[in-house]
Nanobody, 112 residues
């Protein structure tokens, strides 16, 4: 069963950047479509990025489009979420999602 381990969250000032990583084991990411989700306190979990199995198609909601980039390194079996121009509204726990598996979540806090 695929296992996912996230890293890279933290505290950042508005306008700053973070890169989240999600390392996979017991399976290969290039066999799956992959995604990143986030959940803020009191809100539903929402998808913020997805990448097709082929890598040819990405999708982002308007709230992060142009600021977030999803990618995958097949050699490292790791997926990433590059987040730029961060806003306080981006504060949430971020989760990677592959197949039916979820990462453990990593906290991102955007605050001055």
């Amino acid at each position: 069963q695929l296992q996912l381990v996230e890293s890279g969250g933290g505290l950042v000032q508005p306008g700053g950047s973070l890169r989240l990583s999600c390392a996979a084991s017991q399976g290969h990411l290039d066999n799956y479509a992959i995604g990143w989700f986030r959940q803020a306190p009191g809100k539903e979990r929402e998808r913020v990025a997805c990448l097709s199995t082929s890598g040819a198609t990405t999708l982002y909601p308007n709230s992060v489009k142009g600021r977030f980039t999803i990618s995958r390194d097949n050699a490292k079996n790791t997926m990433y979420l590059q987040m730029n121009s961060l806003k306080p509204d981006d504060t949430a726990v971020y989760y990677c999602h592959v197949g039916t598996q979820w990462g453990q979540g990593t906290q991102v806090t955007v605050s001055s």
